[in-house]
C-alpha cells in the first residue's frame, strides 16, 4: 500500500472518532441540562456530528474497499449522512437564536424564585 493511501486512511479513521466521540459529548450534554431550548439545541448538534460521522463512514468505506457494494453503501451513507448534518444545522442556527430569550426567562424564574424564599 502506498504511503499516501496509508495517512489518508488513518486520518479518515481519526476524524471519524473524532466525530463520534463529540456526537456522545452532546448527547451527554442534552440529557443532563434541564433547560427545553438548551436540550433541543444540544439534541441539534449532536446529529449534525452523526451526520458528519456517516459522511465520514461513507468516504472510509469507499477509499478502503474498491469495489461496487461498498461504493453503493458508501455513497448512500454519505447522501443520508450529508442531508442530516445540513437540515440539523438548520435547526442549531434556529435553537441557538432562541437561547438568549430563554436564558432571559430562566434568570426572571430564579429571580422570583429567591424573593419567595426571602419572603418565608
Known amino acids: 500500500m502506498d504511503i499516501g493511501l496509508k495517512i489518508l486512511i488513518s486520518s479518515v479513521v481519526t476524524l471519524l472518532i473524532l466525530s463520534f466521540l463529540i456526537f456522545l459529548i452532546y448527547k451527554v450534554l442534552q440529557v443532563r441540562t434541564r433547560r427545553d431550548v ?3 439545541y444540544y439534541n441539534a448538534m ?3 456530528w452523526f451526520g458528519l ?3 465520514i ?3 472510509n468505506s469507499m477509499i478502503q474497499f474498491n469495489t461496487v457494494v461498498s461504493y453503493i453503501i458508501g455513497g448512500i451513507f454519505i447522501l443520508f449522512g450529508g442531508f442530516n448534518a445540513w437540515h440539523f ?3 442549531r442556527k434556529y435553537f441557538k437564536d432562541n437561547l438568549p430569550i430563554e ?3 430562566w434568570e426572571e ?3 422570583k424564585q429567591h424573593r419567595e424564599k426571602a419572603q418565608r
Open 109 to 111: 424564574l430564579e429571580r
Open 57 to 59: 463512514f461513507g468516504i
Open 89 to 91: 444545522n438548520k435547526a
Open 46 to 48: 449532536s446529529r449534525m
Open 38 to 40: 438548551r436540550k433541543a
Open 53 to 55: 460521522f456517516m459522511v
Open 103 to 105: 436564558n432571559k426567562a
